[in-house]
C-alpha cells in the first residue's frame, strides 16, 4: 500500500480538497482522517461507525463521497502513534492510503508528502518545521500566504527537493487536480 500524506500550514488550506482530488484519481484507495483538535464529542479514539463516517457535509463524509472504499476517523488523546497504528490495521486492502493530517507524518513513513501552505507564517501551526522538511510537493496559496519560495521556507539547503507550486485562489480546484494527477502518476512510474 501506498500512502499519501497531505498536511497544511493551518486549519482551512485545502486539505480536504486536496484528499478528495487524490481519491477521484484511484480506484482502490482508503482514507484516513486525523484530527486533533475538537473531535464534536467522539469518544474512544477512532470512529469506524458508517453514520457518522458517511455525515454530508463534514471532511469525512467528503471522502466518502470521493470514493474512498473505507475511511477511519483517528482523533488521538494520548498516544496518536498507537491510535494511528491501530486504524491502519482496521482498514482493508488498498493500493493506496490518503492521510488527512500533519501529526501523522511522525508515525507513518508515507510515500509521498503534500503541504499546502494557505496563510501567513505567524499562523503556522507549530509541527510546521518538521512537516515542510519532509515535503514531496509544496503547494501555495499565494492569494492568502503572499509570495514564498524555497529559500523562504528553508528548503534551499542540498537533499530533499519538493515540487514547489504557487497558486491563485480562485484556480484552486484546477492547480489541486492537476497536482493529484502528477501524483498519480509518480507512484505509478514507481512500480
Known amino acids: 500500500m501506498k500512502i499519501i ?18 481519491l477521484r484519481e484511484f480506484q482502490n484507495a482508503c482514507a484516513l482522517k486525523v484530527s486533533t483538535g475538537d473531535t464534536h464529542g467522539m469518544r474512544g479514539e477512532i470512529t469506524t461507525d458508517e453514520t457518522i463516517i458517511s455525515k454530508k457535509r463534514t471532511d469525512t463524509g467528503s471522502l466518502v463521497e470521493a470514493g474512498a472504499k473505507r475511511v477511519i476517523w483517528v482523533h488521538p488523546k494520548n498516544n496518536p502513534e498507537i491510535a494511528i497504528k491501530r486504524a491502519l490495521g482496521m482498514l482493508p486492502s488498498c493500493d493506496i492510503l490518503v492521510v488527512e493530517g500533519g501529526s501523522t507524518i511522525e508515525y507513518l513513513e508515507p510515500d509521498l508528502t503534500v503541504f499546502i501552505i494557505s496563510g501567513k507564517k505567524e499562523d503556522f501551526k507549530p509541527s510546521v518545521k518538521k512537516i515542510i522538511a519532509k515535503a514531496d510537493l509544496i503547494l501555495v496559496n499565494i492569494d492568502k500566504s503572499g509570495e514564498w519560495s524555497k529559500e523562504s521556507l528553508g528548503l534551499e539547503k542540498p537533499g530533499k527537493n519538493p515540487q514547489f507550486i504557487t497558486f491563485r485562489e480562485k484556480d484552486r480546484e484546477k492547480t489541486f487536480e492537476a497536482a493529484a494527477r502528477m501524483l498519480k502518476n509518480v507512484l505509478s512510474n514507481d512500480h
Open 5 to 22: 500524506c497531505v498536511t497544511s500550514s493551518s486549519k482551512k488550506a485545502g486539505k480536504t480538497l486536496f484528499a478528495i482530488k487524490l
